[in-house]
């Protein structure tokens, strides 16, 4: 059973590139959330999805960044005309359906503005 | 107040002690509580969740809630370096209808040789 997958691992743009960052959920988990994470900084909350839905955004600027979990396919967290202050990691979790809300998590991507 | 609250520490400890890690939160309705460990540079890892008052142990680690204080611990047991990390703790926060998994800042755990 696959883990929550994320690529890429390593992402570079230039100032007003877009990013797109990608996630596939473990087997079953139809919940997906992003969060960011700076050096040494906390895990800072961007955006909650289910399936075709967004369910808490109140995280992710309201500008520039977008996510989507479609029926089929990945979640998709979008980055248009990044720049540097964009630099972070980037985390994608998955829970099962349920209460209790166990997260698993991907490895992330790294991403880099030059 | 912040919803979760950590010390940043670091906390240091001797190998063979016990390392306790402390976590406050903000929301008296929340209901499950997990405890993340973030090796430097890695992803977090899941290593405990409690939900209800008292203590759960698994091995070395032992997670206590006490949810009329709003507390909720990790004791390690017998640190060993590798367990040098930081912890995150993690509470579901009741959010506008449904539950959203807010984590503190964590607190960076330094066990010496």
């Known amino acids: 059973n696959a883990g929550v997958m994320q690529n890429p691992r390593h992402l570079v743009r230039r100032r007003g590139q877009e990013a797109r960052l990608r996630c596939s959920p473990m087997k079953g988990h139809s919940h997906v959330y992003w969060y960011r994470q700076l050096p040494e900084e906390g895990l800072k909350f961007m955006v909650y999805?289910?399936?075709?839905?967004?369910?808490?955004e109140s995280g992710m600027p309201k500008e520039r960044f977008s996510a989507e979990f479609p029926k089929e396919g990945p979640s998709i967290l979008r980055i248009q005309q990044v720049v540097r202050g964009d630099s972070a990691a980037y985390f994608c979790?998955?829970?099962?359906?349920?209460?209790?809300?166990?997260?698993?998590f991907g490895s992330g991507t790294q991403l880099s503005v030059l | 107040q912040k919803e979760v609250e950590q010390n940043s520490g670091p906390l240091s400890v001797p190998e063979g002690a016990i390392a306790s890690l402390n976590c406050t939160y903000s929301?008296?309705?929340?209901?499950?509580f997990f405890w993340y460990r973030q090796y430097s540079g890695k992803s977090p890892e899941l290593i405990m969740f409690?939900?209800?008052?008292g203590d759960k142990e698994d091995g070395r680690f032992t997670a206590q809630l006490n949810k009329a204080s709003q507390y909720v611990s990790l004791l390690i047991r017998d640190s060993q370096p590798s367990d040098s990390a930081t912890y995150l703790c993690a509470v579901n926060i009741n959010s506008g209808g449904y539950q959203k998994v807010t984590f503190g800042t964590g607190t960076k755990l330094q066990v010496i040789p």
């Open positions: 999805l289910q399936k075709e839905n967004i369910i808490d």
């Open positions: 929301d008296r309705g929340s209901q499950s």
């Open positions: 979790a998955s829970s099962p359906p349920g209460a209790l809300k166990k997260l698993f």
């Open positions: 409690i939900y209800s008052n």
